[in-house]
């Protein structure tokens, strides 16, 4: 059983991760801090408590983030995720507060409390992530890794070349990739092949239960976006979620180990992730990189941990 923290912006592709971490039993999921990305900070928040209300847990510790990026304003994603980040269904109110302290110190504390070492996934931009290891530079080997959905070794989905959350706050994911903390990168390579079909969200919604309708119907939500013809796709990639399919059941996945870095200064780049794929620094590997997923198994997943709510 893994332990883990979530840090997440949810997010149609974040709640649904979220759902997973509280439904497998290989997770042990010790705390869930929000951070701003899809939306404001204060709606991301909002969208953990009312999922973990609605997936019944409201005794795991929730922290609000980091208001903005570390050095550039809050760009949100509400053309894809709508004005609540979570629209298309309707969820519980809170049914538990949030608390009083902010994400770096739950981390701490959390990381503090466990004897032994803990995963960071971070679902969001990396800021909160970044100040946590630059405040408790001290706890840095109480994490086991960090697990992260952003980036890409090709194309980008924000700019041509940058994925979302790089893009949000690109000196934050410097910041973490220059701790020399072991990374493991779910980019658009893998995430843009994790696609949930139209016929996968019918079967969803009949398993039934309350948090397998919501999760269909925030499908359905989200597959707005993606099914815009540009995008070329036949369904709706869920990036998030590879994450902690990832910590579930490596064996889905096609990885390399390489060197990752991140450029912060290109005036047409800044925020691309830059993997060294053909070995040409010599620098050393600090990230797994997953590059191809069992579209199928993980679609099986998915459906074994809605089932988790019957
Ligand atoms: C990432 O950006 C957000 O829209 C998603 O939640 C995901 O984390 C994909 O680029
Ligand atoms: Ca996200």
Request: net charge negative; aromatic share 6%.
């Amino acid at each position: 059983v893994k332990k883990i923290i979530l840090d997440c912006d949810p997010g149609h592709d974040d709640a649904i991760a979220l759902m997973m971490a509280v439904a497998s039993p290989e997770i042990d999921l010790l705390a869930v801090t929000a951070s701003a990305g899809n939306q404001t900070p204060q709606k991301t928040l909002n969208n953990v408590l009312r999922m973990l209300t609605l997936l019944g847990q409201t005794d795991i510790p929730v922290a609000g983030g980091n208001q903005k990026p570390l050095l550039q304003n809050l760009q949100i994603a509400e053309s894809v995720h709508g004005e609540t980040g979570l629209d298309g269904t309707e969820l519980p109110e809170p049914a538990f507060a949030a608390q009083p302290i902010p994400a770096v110190e739950l981390i701490a504390q959390t990381l503090r409390a466990s004897d032994e070492p803990v995963t960071l996934v971070v679902t969001g931009p990396m800021t909160n992530a970044a100040l946590f290891l630059s405040v408790h530079p001290e706890l840095k080997d109480k994490l086991a890794q960090i697990v992260f959905m952003g980036g890409a070794m090709g194309l980008g989905n924000w700019t041509p070349q940058v994925e979302f959350n790089m893009f949000v706050d690109p000196e934050a994911a410097k910041l973490v990739i220059d701790t020399g903390v072991p990374l493991v990168m779910a980019g658009l390579d893998v995430t843009h092949k994790a696609q949930i079909l139209p016929a996968d969200v019918t079967a969803f919604r009949e398993i039934g239960n309350p948090v397998a309708k919501a999760i269909a119907d925030l499908l359905d939500f989200y597959h707005i976006y993606y099914s815009q013809p540009k995008w070329g796709f036949k369904g709706t990639p869920v990036h998030d979620p590879c994450t902690i399919a990832w910590l579930i059941e490596p064996t889905l996945f096609d990885t390399v180990k390489r060197n990752l870095d991140i450029e912060t200064t290109g005036t047409l780049t800044r925020g691309e992730t830059i993997i060294d794929y053909y070995e040409l620094t010599g620098k050393p590997i600090n990230a797994e990189i997953l590059l191809d997923i069992d579209r199928t198994k993980f679609v099986d997943l998915i459906t074994q941990c809605l089932h988790a709510f019957d």
